[in-house]
C-alpha cells in the first residue's frame, strides 16, 4: 500500500522561498508519475507539476513555470517541489500524489498548508 507523507509547508512573505517533501512507502515507483497538486477553498484541487520516476521526466503548470522545480531522490523515495518567488496566490494546500505513468493517481497525502503574505 502506497503511503505518502508531506512536508515543509508554512508561511512565507511574498517573493520568499520554501521546498515541499513527500516521503513515499510502501511500493517500487520505477513505473510511477508523482506530482503537486494544490488546491484553495471552494476551488478545484489544481495540478502544480509532475516528475516520471525512472526518466525524470518533469511538467509544470503555466502558473508555476520558471519559479518552482520538481526533483526526486530515488535513494530517499522522496519527492520534492522547490518554490521560489512565492506569490500570495500561490497560497493553498498542497498535496503530493502518485500513480502508474499513462493510468493516473491514486494514491494521496493528506497535504501541507503554504500561506503566503503580501
Known amino acids: 500500500q502506497v503511503q505518502l507523507v508531506e512536508s515543509g509547508g508554512g508561511q512565507v512573505q511574498a517573493g520568499g522561498s520554501l521546498r515541499l517533501s513527500c516521503a513515499a512507502s510502501g511500493h517500487t515507483f520505477r513505473s510511477y508519475t508523482m506530482a503537486w497538486f494544490r488546491q484553495t477553498p471552494g476551488k478545484e484541487r489544481e495540478f502544480v507539476a509532475s516528475?516520471?520516476?525512472?526518466?525524470?521526466?518533469?511538467y509544470y503548470a503555466n502558473s508555476v513555470k520558471g519559479r518552482f522545480t520538481i526533483s526526486r531522490d530515488n535513494a530517499k523515495n522522496t519527492v520534492y517541489l522547490q518554490m521560489n518567488g512565492l506569490k500570495p496566490e500561490d497560497t493553498a494546500l498542497y498535496y503530493c500524489?502518485?500513480?502508474?505513468?499513462?493510468?493516473?493517481?491514486?494514491?494521496w497525502g493528506q497535504g501541507t498548508q503554504v500561506t503566503v503574505s503580501s
Open positions: 500524489t502518485a500513480g502508474p505513468t499513462g493510468v493516473g493517481f491514486d494514491c
Open positions: 516528475i516520471r520516476w525512472t526518466s525524470g521526466s518533469t
